[in-house]
Nanobody, 115 residues
Framework: QVHLVESGGGLVQPGGSVRLSCTAPGSTLESYSVAWFRQFPGPGREWVSCITHDGSKYYADDVEGRFTIFRDNAKNTVYLQMNALKPEDTSVYYC?????????WGQGTLVTVSS
């Protein structure tokens, strides 16, 4: 099973932007679909976005138009560009190697949207 590592989170003001990165040390990410999820208080994680191995992109309704998922296969990385951030986007963000995921989760990266 490929192991993914998230990075790029931090503190950002409302209306600001941040770019998250998802890499796969020791593995090739190019042949995988990659999804981003986020964790809010309570059980379960919310699906945010997914990019398939052939480049199709999908977004949750509440991030459509604000977030962009894309991949750079030369850098073995999938990115989540997050613009027009809102305080309710504050969460730990996780990437996983499939659009639907029932496996283990990594450490995630924390995004805090606050003034």
């Amino acid at each position: 099973q490929v192991h993914l590592v998230e990075s790029g989170g931090g503190l950002v003001q409302p209306g600001g932007s941040v770019r998250l990165s998802c890499t796969a040390p020791g593995s090739t990410l190019e042949s995988y679909s990659v999804a981003w999820f986020r964790q809010f208080p309570g059980p379960g994680r919310e699906w945010v976005s997914c990019i398939t191995h052939d480049g199709s992109k999908y977004y949750a309704d509440d991030v459509e138009g604000r977030f962009t998922i894309f991949r750079d296969n030369a850098k073995n990385t999938v990115y989540l560009q997050m613009n027009a951030l809102k305080p309710e986007d504050t969460s730990v963000y996780y990437c996983v190697p499939a659009c639907k995921w029932y496996g283990e989760w990594g450490q995630g990266t924390l995004v805090t949207v606050s003034s």
